[in-house]
């Protein structure tokens, strides 16, 4: 049986991460791994994390299984947390998962259930997850245009000329901020014109939010989500916890589906319900209740947000200030969108040539694409990089 086995391809992040092990360089940079560190290179326990778990520790008195759908008080709380106000909780039916990856695998196993002629629409580029998971699972993928390597902005007119040939019933896979790789986002405005042609396409939106807080804010970035929520009829979520709570190996996500209240609802939850017990039974649990705990508590609440504006913040800091060291390097503009990008990747438009260049001439780690990882820097090695980028010619 095995014998017929074939050679995968490998992930290219968890090959670069290997290259950088083995570099042996004191001076390299890893800039490549998805991944928040702070100016140490750590990635920390958040203190409200701690004391969630400590909490956890000392009053927790099972571990038993959750339901399928996992801790009423997660879901809740995520809905509240992503959602805000923009839709009444019976419209949306809720399900844990592992991971915000888990979260978008189960979306697809919804649609492909509920529409299995459904072609997927992503973006061009969009984080290599997302056509991977629609290829294995032998599904319709096409790709809009999203992003201008020239101005290294959003391609809008291109994106809303490829959306407008979606057809009825297709999904279109959205950012809801903090786009990976690019870091280039869609303003409001031009977030309302995508919504009102995809209810004149008769098309589902599909929302992956995975950086809620990274970008403008914890508000402002669900703001796109709740817009497209509020407007459409059916619309899915997947929401991961791993960034913005830092958790990322206890691997906490969910999955919202928001249809019209009563039936429809009722049927899609024991959909989810379902496709939990069948992919791996009972959703993981501990992360979950950390989730909870926090936004369920006011001070811990508060404490939590107060140090994810900390890490937004920094990394905002760092953004201007690789902008301007390169502004001043360059004597040019040209690098201005760095500080314009939101999140923690940006893409810098740079040949594949240009990004063995960095690596192997200054030993700076990106992604091929020159998806570099603003989390991956700190305040001394940011003129380090600047130096680099006009070194090898980008």
Avoid at 99 to 119: D, F, H, K, S, Y
């Amino acid at each position: 049986m095995f014998e017929n086995l074939k050679e995968l391809p490998a992930d290219k992040i968890l090959a670069l991460m290997q290259l950088f092990r083995d570099d042996p360089r004191d001076d390299k940079i890893d800039m490549g791994v998805g991944v928040y560190r702070n100016a140490e290179g750590k990635t920390p326990v958040m203190r409200a994390v701690k004391a969630a778990e400590q909490r956890l520790v000392d009053t927790q008195e099972t571990k038993a299984y959750t339901g399928l759908a996992g801790d009423p008080a997660f879901g809740d709380a995520m809905v509240e947390m992503v959602l805000g106000s923009a839709v009444p909780r019976a419209r949306v039916a809720a399900a844990a998962t592992p991971g915000g990856t888990g979260a978008i695998r189960q979306g697809l196993e919804l649609i492909r259930m509920a529409a299995p002629e459904a072609t997927i629409w992503i973006s061009d580029p969009t984080w290599p997850n997302h056509p991977s998971i629609i290829k294995h699972l032998g599904m319709s993928m096409r790709e809009y245009r999203y992003f201008d390597n020239e101005t290294r902005d959003v391609d809008f007119d291109g994106m809303m000329a490829d959306l407008g040939t979606v057809a009825a019933g297709d999904v279109v896979l959205l950012h809801g901020c903090c786009h990976n790789p690019t870091g280039a986002n869609l303003t409001l405005a031009q977030w309302a014109e995508v919504i009102a042609l995809l209810q004149e396409r008769e098309a589902i939106p599909f929302i992956d939010i995975a950086y809620q807080g990274f970008g403008d804010g914890l508000e402002d970035d669900a703001a796109a989500t709740r817009m497209v929520a509020s407007e459409m009829e059916q619309c899915l979520i997947a929401a991961s916890c791993s960034k913005n709570f830092g958790i990322y190996r206890e691997r906490t996500g969910i999955l919202m589906a928001i249809a019209p209240e009563g039936e429809t609802v009722r049927l899609t939850q024991g959909t989810l319900n379902y496709l939990n017990r069948q992919n791996f039974s009972f959703p993981p649990d501990h992360g979950a209740r950390i989730v909870s705990t926090i936004l369920g508590d006011e001070a811990l609440r508060a404490d939590w947000q107060a140090e994810l504006e900390e890490v937004r913040l920094g990394m905002l800091k760092l953004r201007e200030q690789l902008a301007e060291e390169l502004r001043q390097r360059s004597n040019s503009d040209r690098f201005d969108f760095i500080a314009r990008h939101r999140g923690m990747f940006s893409r810098l438009g740079a040949t594949p040539e240009q990004v063995a260049a960095l690596r192997e001439k200054h030993g700076i780690y990106m992604v091929g694409d020159s998806r570099l990882n603003i989390a991956g820097l700190n305040a001394e090695t940011v003129p380090v990089l600047a130096r680099a980028i006009l070194d090898v010619g980008i």
